[in-house]
């Protein structure tokens, strides 16, 4: 294994995630590496930072004085952070005994400035027969179309992400006016824009997925719901409007595209297929692909014309989401 300090950085902000935060900082406790910091950023909750900080007295357990949201509480993790590497894991999650291990043996090729990794859901009851595994982004793990191993990504996902140092200082760390915060809807993107700016700025570095560096990442009840799943697909589009407006059209919808015109509709024909060999659900799933894809371009639109019109009217449009601040 590749000789680094990594940080790890989790971040939390609810009692209701108790359960699944303790887990997820034992899960990085049980790491088959040396030198691991764990910082676990507590998001504008004092009770929960409380209770935290008498919970965990052997890793760094710190209050987020940067705004709220998720952005603002990893920069406070990378602030603090001292590892040559700086790894993030949601506070729902919880690592394969051997994460870090592969995460730290691929930076072996100098130019990976970052490393993500299967993200595999861990359903609260069981999966829902008409989810398409193609849209398991709007539940944060990995989906049905993703770039296989050794191939270049454009962007990691939040949940099982990783980066070296210099990436913040290249990059000027996470934009806190994008992505997850105490609001309404549940918005996203918000390391999708950070990836895109610093390979803007850092053209000749990679970022790669390793398959081997695992994590299991919680879906509850509530996500399984068709209502959450709409809402989600929309509150996607939405981000990916505010994304464009940072990096362009080009960089910021390069991957939408190719998941648009080429994953989708292999995903419906499947469905299809699937439908005439007698699974009543596979047409389901073609169908959930087909909203899901039309719920996320409407939010774009939408999201596109707020933002032409100026942030007072996309800032009340945006007060106005239909999911609960618990979906976070």
């Not at 995460?103 to 072996?108: K, L, M, N, P, V």
């Not at 409407?298 to 618990?326: C, H, L, N, Q, W």
Request: hydrophobic letters at 40%; proline letters at 5%.
């Amino acid at each position: 294994m590749a000789d680094y300090i990594v940080s790890v950085v989790i971040c939390a902000y609810t009692d209701k995630r108790w359960n699944q935060t303790c887990a997820a900082v034992s899960s990085v406790r049980a790491q088959a590496t040396s030198g691991t910091e764990i910082i676990l950023v507590v998001d504008h909750n004092a009770q929960l930072y409380k209770r935290l900080s008498a919970a965990f007295t052997d890793i760094t357990v710190v209050e987020n004085s940067e705004p709220p949201g998720v952005s603002g509480a990893r920069n406070m993790g990378v602030a603090l952070a001292r590892g040559d590497i700086v790894a993030f894991l949601d506070d729902d999650a919880a690592a394969e005994p051997d994460w870090l291990k592969f995460i730290c043996d691929s930076y072996t090729d100098t130019a990976v400035i970052g490393v993500g990794g299967l993200i595999l859901p861990r359903w609260e009851t069981c999966r829902p027969r008409w989810f398409p595994p193609e849209f398991y982004w709007v539940v944060g793990c990995s989906y049905l179309g993703m770039p296989g191993p050794d191939v270049p990504v454009r962007n990691l996902i939040g949940a099982n992400m990783s980066f070296r140092r210099e990436a913040f200082e290249v990059s000027g760390g996470f934009r806190t006016d994008v992505g997850r915060n105490s609001g309404a809807r549940p918005f996203g993107g918000e390391e999708t824009e950070f990836c895109i700016r610093l390979g803007q700025r850092s053209p000749e570095s990679v970022l790669l997925i390793e398959n081997r560096a695992a994590v299991s990442h919680l879906v509850p009840v509530a996500r399984c719901r068709f209502s959450y799943f709409t809402s989600r697909c929309f509150a996607e589009g939405l981000s990916k409007a505010q994304v464009t407006t940072t990096v362009g059209g080009t960089d910021g919808l390069s991957s939408e595209r190719r998941y648009a015109s080429r994953t989708l509709p292999r995903g419906v024909a499947r469905g299809v297929a699937g439908f005439l060999r007698g699974d009543l659900w596979a047409l389901g799933r073609a169908g959930a692909i087909a909203v899901g894809l039309a719920a996320a371009t409407a939010g774009y639109i939408v999201g596109s014309i707020r933002r032409r019109t100026g942030p007072d009217v996309a800032a009340r449009g945006d007060a106005k989401g239909s999911a609960t601040a618990s979906d976070r």
